[in-house]
T-cell receptor
């Protein structure tokens, strides 16, 4: 069974479009995260939700909007995509907000042309 | 100064040798320290966590922490070609989030 899953795995789209990435975890964890890994492999946190409540909101353009319908799901919607948004986006989860042992999904490679 | 610093490598070691990966961090309030392994095109995978000064061993892996020197390291004994990957150091600071280094690429040669 996949612990943390993401869809889609690859996403190629044009500038200006709006797209969403979905994440689901079946570990029973309370806390979920979105990370962005750029071309230099630097992994940086974007958002974190604990039991549907937003707890970390890093300096991210407001074109990015996370949404957590329940504690097992965390989605990321991106409006008006730009070339600089091209990256790999990882979803992760941990037992709770005090537990930093995080488990990552397979990633979504977003390419904006 | 970067919050978490690692030498990008590549670090090349022969099969069977000990690979030593190093990481320094800037936040003296950091409490939790992690090593993740990331194969090319794959997601980061947690391999070690350490919370107190000293050594922690798990199989061929040993994590070492020195909070006074703000230094954490990962030793891989009997390195195998399958250990070739990028190793990411991650640290929790006072901001209650995990901050990653840029990773060290390890190459284990036959």
């Amino acid at each position: 069974d996949t612990a943390v899953s993401q869809t889609p795995k690859y996403l190629v789209t044009q500038m200006g479009n709006d797209k969403s990435i979905k994440c689901e975890q079946n570990l029973g964890h309370d806390t979920m995260y979105w990370y962005k890994q750029d071309s230099k492999k630097f992994l940086k946190i974007m958002f974190s939700y604990n039991n549907k409540e937003l707890i970390i909101n890093e300096t991210v353009p407001n074109r990015f909007s996370p949404k957590s319908p329940d504690k097992a799901h965390l989605n990321l919607h991106i409006n008006s995509l730009e070339l600089g948004d091209s990256a790999v986006y990882f979803c992760a989860s941990s037992q709770d907000r005090q537990d930093y042992e995080q488990y990552f999904g397979p990633g979504t490679r977003l390419t904006v042309t | 100064q970067k919050e978490v610093e690692q030498n990008s490598g590549p670090l090349s070691v022969p099969e069977g040798a000990i690979a030593s990966l190093n990481c320094t961090y800037s936040d003296r309030g950091s409490q939790s320290f992690f090593w993740y392994r990331q194969y090319s095109g794959k997601s980061p995978e947690l391999i070690m966590s350490i919370y107190s000064n000293g050594d922690k061993e798990d199989g061929r892996f040993t994590a070492q922490l020195n909070k006074a020197s703000q230094y954490v390291s990962l030793l891989i004994r009997d390195s195998q070609p399958s250990d070739s990957a990028t190793y990411l150091c991650a640290v929790t600071g006072t901001a209650s989030k995990l901050t990653f280094g840029t990773g060290t690429r390890l190459q284990v040669t036959l």
